[in-house]
């Protein structure tokens, strides 16, 4: 019997399945006003049709070693020493932050009540960990046209029960992040970068990512790189690496692989908790964990994707300042900057109507829909005027104005691979004429 890996009818499916995705290619062309611009998606080719039926062929159901492969592979590309894919960006930032909680870190270890600065204009699941472990979120102001806060604001966040600071790079676009890892190392707080939306981004021409003690990236369709649903958590500190993957994996003590065993040549030989001498390693807990995995499904995609990142990123960058080129100057419009000294591998395109405007955001924002072109907000806005904070502890260091400014002001449209120049001047006209009529 032929090994299933070179049977001639694996081929045959392989092969079949690149022809199927030639057929159901959308080859119809943009029509403007009707085809859809949307503000984010996956951008699928036929090597990741195949990637996903190779894994299925192969029974590839939980994660394995197109995982693992993946895990060194993106590692190596975020220059961090330990990449852990979970099964979303948020699960992500869950372990990241809830890793800060472990006894492993002795003292330095976050404990209930503890304080952990952040940004009030975000998306809910940066700030969500902090709430779930019982932890303090301090926010403080962004900026209008980065969008991020600064370092001198973080800084005057800094109180006696700051232990964290947990930021994400806000739409793609860097915050201070050097000055803000500086803070860290000065103030003996750890920093988690949310990378989610900003891979391929440099700040100081190195990669956002590799600041901070943590790291996190999503692989959601909207994102850089997608697995369909997928994250991971990076970072260079082996103790925490191996805090993140307990976790991960139901609070397990042992690291040994899935069908592995007895890796640390001592299962059988532990004295841990109140259990008798010996219990078996593999059940062991030390953490109080969850499963955040993911499956060999996931990581075959992202293999395949991680193949084109570069390509991806470049043309983010490509559609970005393209929209920017062509809407320079139209008033009443705050366009979006790059922070000083950054590179950013763009997320989206934000835009902030004036408070002044001749004309509402809500108004701009419907011509645009009604034109097909998608829209969204700069996702949760002011996080404090959410229903699911308001009644939550929290300490606010300073005004948040320009976070109230994004919620009542601000959208954003999509730069993403798969939108086409002509679809980026159609943007850019639209707005245009929308502003010209009512401006
Ligand atoms: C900054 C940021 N962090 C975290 C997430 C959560 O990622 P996921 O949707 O994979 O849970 C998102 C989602 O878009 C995000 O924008």
């Avoid at 300490?395 to 993403?416: A, C, K």
């Amino acid at each position: 019997m032929s090994d299933h890996r070179t049977s001639d009818h694996r081929a045959l499916v392989l092969d079949e399945t690149r022809k199927y995705h030639l057929e159901v290619q959308n080859d119809g062309g943009f029509v403007p006003g009707v085809t859809e611009i949307w503000p984010s998606g996956a951008v699928l080719d036929a090597e990741d049709r195949v990637a996903l039926v190779e894994a299925a062929l192969d029974l590839r159901i939980a994660a394995g070693d197109r995982s693992r492969r993946f895990e060194a592979r993106f590692a190596r590309l975020l220059k961090r020493r330990k990449a852990h894919l979970t099964n979303s960006g948020s699960s992500a930032n869950l372990l990241a932050l809830t890793s800060l909680t472990s006894h492993v870190l002795g003292d330095r270890r976050l404990k209930p009540g503890d304080e952990v600065i952040t940004v009030a204009a975000g998306f809910p699941t940066t700030v969500n960990p902090i709430v779930q472990n019982g932890l303090v979120p301090v926010f403080v102001d962004v900026e209008l046209g980065t969008y991020n806060t600064t370092a001198d604001r973080v800084a005057a966040a800094i109180g006696p029960r700051t232990r964290a600071i947990m930021i994400a790079h806000a739409l793609g676009n860097p915050f201070e992040v050097a000055e803000v890892a500086q803070l860290a190392r000065e103030h003996d707080l750890f920093l988690v970068e949310d990378n989610c939306d900003a891979v391929g981004s440099t700040y100081d021409g190195r990669l956002t990512g590799t600041f901070g003690d943590l790291t996190t990236v999503s692989f959601y369709p909207a994102h850089h790189l997608t697995m369909g649903e997928g994250g991971c958590v990076l970072t260079s500190d082996l103790k925490l690496a191996r805090v993140v993957e307990s976790l991960r994996d139901w609070g397990r003590d042992c690291w040994c692989e899935p069908g592995k065993n007895n890796t640390c040549f001592k299962r059988f030989d532990y004295q841990m908790g109140k259990l008798p001498h010996g219990y078996d390693h593999k059940y062991i807990f030390s953490h109080v964990g969850y499963n955040l995995k993911a499956t060999d499904l996931q990581a075959a995609l992202g293999l395949t994707q991680l193949d084109k990142l570069d390509d991806f990123c470049a043309a983010r960058r490509r559609n970005w300042r393209r929209l920017r080129e062509a809407l320079d100057g139209v008033p009443h419009l705050l366009l979006p900057e790059a922070t000083p000294r950054s590179d950013p591998s763009w997320f989206g395109f934000v835009i902030t109507v004036d408070p002044g405007a001749p004309f509402s955001r809500a108004a701009l924002v419907d011509f645009l829909e009604g034109r097909k072109i998608g829209t969204r907000r700069l996702f949760a806005g002011n996080l404090t005027r959410q229903p699911a904070y308001v009644d939550r502890p929290h300490r606010v260091v300073g005004e948040l104005t320009n976070s109230d400014i994004v919620t009542e002001q601000t959208f954003w449209v999509g730069v993403y691979p798969g939108l086409t120049d002509e679809m980026i001047d159609y943007v850019a006209a639209s707005v245009k004429e929308f502003v010209r009529r009512n401006g």
